[in-house]
């Protein structure tokens, strides 16, 4: 197993270790997508910090690799543009082409030598870019809740995809027609008239997004914390008790509460939404199902999509579960 060190006249460089002998051709790309479309990390905003990108293309697909992409900076350059050294970024064009990836995991930062590298890679075949983002803070960014400057998520309008989480986990994945900013506000209080029959919500509050373009369209994924802490547990249960209470033994009851009909407890988990101005007595409408997915051992949250405008107020239904029997 042979090392490879490659650099290019740019400053480019690939470093790599291939059981068997292989070919790779380097390309530039004068047209790569804008550099503000980025996924896998947080804050921003992103820019591109060159004028075009790096196509790289084996003769073969390649997974056992041992290898590393290093891309140039100039320190100067960035001050001009606002972006520490600390965010820079080799970001790998997404599989769908929306957006620049970054992996936190993978990302390194010489400043000894002024690059930027992703290490730890078996495969070199991709699109890659350098990338800065125009912020104080370093690494992942998370934004809080309320109004003002600070606590906004500004929104590229274009073929891309973006994303933003705020500081609870609440995610948003964004394709935008149009640029748009956008506030989340958590409104405490949930009227009990406000919530679907045989229905409870999960929290005391509800999550209240709005945007600067409302009637805009996009496509928008929203991953909504589920995390089921003591008290929600106990109100899961409590509404599996309610429904499931028979002349049946006790024992059989808890067991059946726990997981009824071989269901989990996060089945009883739904998003359900009402419009942003609307009056507190006003009834959430259960967004629909075919639309969400419970993520209970991965993430605790609720991966809800094709949403089309993300105004409005949110909450986290507990419903009954799919397999109890009615009384």
């Known amino acids: 197993m042979e090392r490879t060190d490659q650099d290019f006249q740019d400053g480019l460089a690939l470093d790599l270790f291939s059981p068997k002998n292989r070919t790779l051709v380097v390309r530039q790309n004068t047209k790569p997508l804008p550099g503000h479309f980025v996924t896998g990390t947080f804050g921003g905003p992103f820019i591109a910090l060159s004028n075009y990108s790096y196509v790289i293309k084996m003769n073969e697909s390649a997974n056992d690799l041992i290898a590393k992409i290093e891309i140039p900076y100039d320190p100067a350059a960035l001050a001009l543009l606002g972006v520490q050294e600390g965010n820079t970024y080799v970001g790998r064009l997404a599989d769908d082409k929306m957006s620049w990836v970054i992996d936190e995991a993978t990302r390194n930062v010489h400043r000894s030598e002024n690059n930027t590298r992703i290490i730890k890679m078996t495969s070199l075949d991709g699109e890659y870019m350098l990338l800065g983002r125009q912020a104080v803070d ?133 998003v359900a939404r009402r419009p942003l101005h609307a009056p507190a007595s006003t009834v959430y409408e259960m967004i629909d199902p075919a639309n969400q997915e419970v993520l209970e051992l991965t993430e605790d949250r609720i991966v809800v999509t094709n949403i089309t405008k993300v105004d409005g107020q949110y909450v986290v239904l507990v419903t009954p579960p799919t397999n109890a029997p009615e009384l």
């Not at 900013?181 to 029959?197: F, R, Y």
């Open 138 to 270: 370093e690494a992942n960014i998370f934004v809080q809740y309320g109004q003002g400057a600070t606590r906004t998520v500004n929104i590229t309008g274009g073929p891309g995809r973006q994303e933003a989480e705020f500081v609870d986990g609440l995610r948003f994945s964004v394709v935008a027609q149009a640029s748009m900013a956008m506030n989340v506000d958590i409104t405490h209080g949930i009227a009990p008239q406000s919530l679907p029959p045989g229905t409870a919500s999960l929290n005391s509050f509800a999550w209240t997004v709005n945007t600067s373009n409302p009637n805009s369209m996009m496509n928008t994924t929203m991953r909504v914390p589920c995390k089921l802490s003591p008290p929600a547990i106990f109100l899961l249960l409590g509404l599996l008790m309610r429904r499931l209470l028979t002349a049946e033994a006790v024992n059989r009851l808890m067991l059946a509460a726990l997981r009824p009909g071989g269901s989990s407890p996060t089945t009883m988990l739904a």
